[in-house]
């Protein structure tokens, strides 16, 4: 559909938005309010331009300015006649649609509004498309004030977004109760970082030939007393969208760090294994606050694993590399999580100072049944041994993954099949003393391999039953 390229509507004596002379936020709640009242039908569509930002980053405010013009000039003569189009602010527009009674009519409207801005548009001699995620409210015909329909136009709006950008969403009960419950668990989440009422538990690693303990990975529980226990799924995405996400992981790097001198203290040797955000690694001051974690609890740096994303690492500019080398010069190890999943490639690895490399569930889960996903471990097996690294299985639930990884030359794992993360006073009922040796220069795979046969022999199980 191709509109109309019409100018700018003219400036009125009651229109607050001198940019683009569409009523601002004030006039739109008045008319909204004085078409509640009626009781007649009606919808509210709210309207944000998808990464527009960037635009004023890129080209300047200017440019950005003459933008929201034409995109005001478009909505003008997209809608229908009556309709009333006006702007909140920045690059947030609505529409009032009178007369509007069901999900149908309304979708058509914003539909047609959205279609109205694909069209690329030319300003100051660059071209530029325009995305818009859009919220749809349809009145109902209750008490609900013009505030509360405007509120939930941008709740369906924000689950636009969430779901992709450059999409129509029409309001539910269910969207507005997840992002009230998003907006609790931020607020409660603050508090609780603040408050240092978050816990640290410990998923145990295991030696696959010996069944021995012989490290452990920190992860973050919360029980609120409201909330009951909330997901880290949940908690650490909230984190990590809010800029929280580096005092919660200061708090579990410490909270490790002083339970690791603990376990020291009783004479258990272990390797504690800390994730780290892509946040924190562009911190140029991280590795110094590794280094005062350490240096608070006494403990030393070659018995701390620091964890990151595949995603993180692959992304890492030359400030985060500065950072990974920092931290292999104290003497932590770093790990790479979900390796497989992402984007790497040998070269990528070959720059990076990582030592542990961590099998993805997702890969795990088939062993045995899936012959995909054991060649895939078997490809990470070896490439990680060609560059002389240690190999950590995350998610074994089953003896025959656990077997099927040392058939594959994967030595340590974790997972439910031996414990879920538990409080660190339950760990030494669980560990042995002794530790794994750090490894330098290649490991030499096929002494590995024969090595493997032989415990199975011992086991009386054969490599090809497996």
Known sequence: ???????????????????????????????????????????????????FKLVNDGFGHETGDRLLVEVAARLHAAVRPGDLVARLGGDEFTVLCE???????????????????TEPFEIAGHRRHVRVSVGCRVAGGGPDGAEALLRDADVAMYQAKERGKDRVELYSEATRARIVRRLRVEDELRAAVELGTLAAHYQPQVDLPTGRLVGVEALARWTHPELGVVSPAEFV????????????????????????????????????TVNVSVHQLADPGFAATVAGALERAK?????????????????????????????????????????????????????????????????????????????????????AHAMGLHVIAEGVETPLQASELMALGCTVAQGFLWSPAVPGTEIAALASAGAPRRRSGRVQWRAERNLIDELLHQIGVPRESL
């Open 237 to 272: 995405a909230v984190a990590e969208e809010t800029g929280l996400i580096e005092p919660l992981g200061a708090l579990v790097l410490n909270r490790a760090c002083r339970q690791l001198a603990r376990w020291t203290g009783e004479g258990l040797r272990l390797t504690v």
């Open 299 to 383: 403990v030393n740096p070659g018995s701390l694993c620091l964890e990151l994303t595949e995603s993180a690492l692959m992304g890492a500019g030359e400030g985060p590399l500065e950072v990974l080398r920092a931290l292999k010069e104290l003497g932590v190890y770093i790990a790479i999580d979900d390796f497989g999943t992402g984007y790497s490639s040998l070269a990528a690895l070959k720059r990076l100072p990582v030592e542990v490399v961590k099998v993805d569930r997702s890969f795990v889960d088939g062993l045995g049944t899936d012959p995909d996903d054991s060649a895939i471990v078997a490809s990470v097996m070896s490439l």
């Open 99 to 117: 007369g509007v009674g069901d999900d149908r009519e309304a979708l058509a409207v914003a539909s047609a509004v959205r279609e109205a801005l």
């Open 1 to 51: 559909m191709r509109t109309r390229q019409l100018p700018p509507p003219p400036l009125r004596a009651d229109a607050e938005d001198h940019l683009t002379g569409l009523p601002g936020r004030a006039a739109f709640l008045h008319r909204l309010t004085a078409a509640a009242d009626t009781g007649a039908p009606f919808a509210v569509l709210f309207l944000d331009l998808d990464d």
